[in-house]
């Protein structure tokens, strides 16, 4: 689990074939604070299918860095 606190460009060079899996969400208080908690769940070929791999946290002022990110990344979404 985590509470995403700043988005910081990165180069990757090499990086692995990832896998299709689910992305739950919901909306959830914590702290008096508001998130949009993603998570995403292990594959069926794991020892556990379907666990959560992992959990992210934004708030509203993450959201709106993530928000600003994918927009700049896919024009005209």
Known sequence: MAIVTSFIPVVKHRFGRPKTT???FCSIELD???Y?????YGAAD???PGKISQSVHLDR?????LKELLE???PGI
């Open 46 to 48: 794991r020892a556990i």
């Open 22 to 24: 689910e992305c739950g």
């Open 36 to 40: 949009l908690l993603l998570e995403t």
């Open 61 to 65: 002022q993450r959201a709106s860095e």
């Open 32 to 34: 008096a604070t508001t």
């Open 72 to 74: 700049r990344h896919f």
